[in-house]
């Protein structure tokens, strides 16, 4: 058996592809997409509101689960978070006999993003996926591997992140103030559930 090294590269900075690109492999193989273990079949993908950005719709019959992803070019941002967050309300609202899973996927998830992920885990089964694009010779392979949030406390930086959500969930599903503020509490909670050594 024969040993190739590998590089990994990023899609736009280093081959100079862009979204346009990613949405046609999307397109021509979901499965790049794994953002679970049961077999997913396609039902939309499109390019999304936000710059270098997709959105996605997966199915997996076999789990019983509609997959709501966000896809970005290079690195992922809080905003994608809020994004995806958004997208898991409304097809919930859209289809209400099913389960969604919302998911980011990027080349990149910065400890920020995954923290903002760990939180929004408190009111939807949120995952984080890192999109890596590898050359062994001429060939291009793609795959996605989940991301573990960090244990870094960032007090200011995690009550941002709450009212992000917050605001997010109140557009979609409006309750109100003090709803929100709970809300709010429990997405910084999130950060302190047993195993998390952030707080």
């Known amino acids: 058996m024969e040993y190739a090294p590998s590089d990994r590269l990023y ?30 079949d ?3 993908a499109y390019l999304s509101v936000r710059a270098n950005s997709i959105t996605v719709l997966l199915n997996s019959d076999d789990a019983g689960v509609r997959h ?3 896809v970005k070019l290079s690195d992922a941002d809080v905003e994608q978070v809020v994004r995806a967050l958004e997208l898991w309300l409304v097809e919930q609202q859209r289809h209400p006999e099913a389960e969604h899973q919302p998911s980011v996927v990027a080349e990149h998830i910065p400890p920020t993003v995954s923290r903002a992920v760990l939180m929004a885990q408190a009111i939807a089964p949120m995952g984080a996926f890192e999109l890596h694009a590898l ?6 392979a793609m795959h996605t591997e989940p991301v573990e949030a960090p244990a870094v ?8 992140i709450a009212m992000l959500l917050a605001d997010a969930m109140e557009r979609v599903d409006p309750r109100g103030a003090a709803y929100r503020e709970e809300l709010q509490a429990r997405l910084i909670g999130g950060l302190k559930r047993p195993g ?4």
Do not use: F, K, T, Y
Not at 135 to 140: E, I, K, P, R
Not at 196 to 199: F, H, T, Y
């Open 153 to 160: 406390a960032d007090p200011q930086g995690n009550s941002e």
């Open 42 to 44: 396609l039902e939309d």
């Open 68 to 70: 709501v992803v966000e």
């Open 135 to 140: 050359q062994v010779g001429d060939a291009l």
């Open 11 to 40: 899609l736009e900075d280093d081959l100079g592809v862009d979204v346009a690109w990613l949405l046609r492999r999307i397109h021509d193989d979901p499965s790049l997409l794994s953002v679970s273990d049961a077999p997913l």
């Open 196 to 199: 998390n050594a952030s707080s």
